[in-house]
């Protein structure tokens, strides 16, 4: 089967635009470099800082003293996208004070024509805006401008996506690292906008995943996540028989004191066999994220997700089957068009038979292109907010019971950082993604330390170092 992998000519191309830049630029210049959206943004983000580096910039918190700003966006919701649109207003007035400063902007929102369109009219101080198949030309985008000042705007609207190895990357933690195994989505649920910004789905090959994780576990990465949007096809676009539950099963036979995660997964894909890997590998986290959207079969018949609540049902029985103290969290969809009251009733009812340890619900938000935006019987907000309500009323009285029980027992946690509100204390996660909070001082973060849990409310666990 035909791979997507970029031709290495290609980012050799880019490596000598990363040069000409350096040399371009006068020394000192600073890059402030933002992120909105999911842990692939972020990955994204961390290859963008690499280039910029080798191009010459350092990394600042502080927009103020940039002299390159990356914007790098989401298109999920429409939340996310507004929130963007507005911070780069803000950094019009920055401009007006900086004249040579450089504001990009790239990621998903602007993968849309309707977007791109619209920054090309109303943000004339954004320079350019790349989509996210052209991530890996940045430096040839951005010495383009330069040397033109010429606003230009790259997107590749039908692209089937690329893969693009070899790219430099900083990561923003020295503990924890993410590691793409794939890229794109082929599902097209019918609310979702992801397919059409981040193209056809396309696997990396092994080789290289285990490369970059044997580099990461030497340099004493503790936890590794893998992304992908639909991680259980990895393989399909690549391999005759070689599945996610191959790969995770060849992954942990590398050494080292790490912890591996994956996200996302998709229950109509989700194996039996990725189970059995999962209840066998002491390396991968007991914690399952498995995305449902809606209890109810007619919904997800609507939104194209292939499954029944019966199918999920079962996938969570033999999970806990198999690992007992397994953890469960999932996404959950309100208002989709058409929801009844009924429709509504069987999610609820079917969060009130799992319990999970976490939820993330979201609003119903239209998505120009998407099938769902054009269905009939859109739901008013007043009562998605209602039902959105009624549900987290729901996951909260879950949420306590489960950290109350908590009480009394011993957890490892993975130290991450200090408290914002004092500096005398830490948090860190749990294997099964538990924020937990405890005393001690900060040559702790980035270990795993022993807690025993001495408080649990809605949203974390406190415990006392032991
Ligand atoms: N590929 C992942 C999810 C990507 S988007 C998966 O299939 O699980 C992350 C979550 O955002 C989704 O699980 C869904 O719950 C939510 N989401 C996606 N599109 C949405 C929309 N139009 N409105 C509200 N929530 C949405
Ligand atoms: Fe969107 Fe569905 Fe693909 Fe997830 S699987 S990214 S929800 S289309």
Redo the contacts with the bound molecule.
Sequence with gaps: MKDKILAPELIERQYAYMARVREWNPEGLKAHILTFG?QQNEADSERIAGMAVKMGYTLTDTVEEADLIVINTCA??EHAELKALSITGNFKHLKKTKKSLVIAMCGCMVSQEHRKDRIKSSYPYVDFVFGTTRLYTFPEILFDCLISRQRKFYLDAGDEGNIPEGLPVVRMSRFKAWVSIMYG?N?F?T????PYVRGRERSRHREEILKEIEALAKEGYREITLLG??VNSYGKDLYEAYDFADLLSDICRIEGNYQLRFM???PKDASYKLIDVMAREEKIAKFFHL?L?SGSNRILKEMNRHYTREHYLELVRYMREKMPDISIST???VGFPGETEEDFADTLSLLREVQYDNI?S??????VG?K?AVMDCQIPDDVKGERFERLLQLQNEVNLSKNRAFVGKTMEILVEGQSKTDKNRLTGRSESNRLVHFEGDSTLIGKRVTVRITEGDLHALFGELI
């Excluded at 609310?191 to 992801?194: F, H």
């Excluded at 979201?362 to 998505?367: G, V």
């Design positions: 999911c999920v919701r989505c599902n649920c609310y979702c906008v992801v949007q639909n996302t997964s998709h995305p959207q996404d959950i969809i993330y979201f609003l119903y938000s239209k998505r998407t769902a």
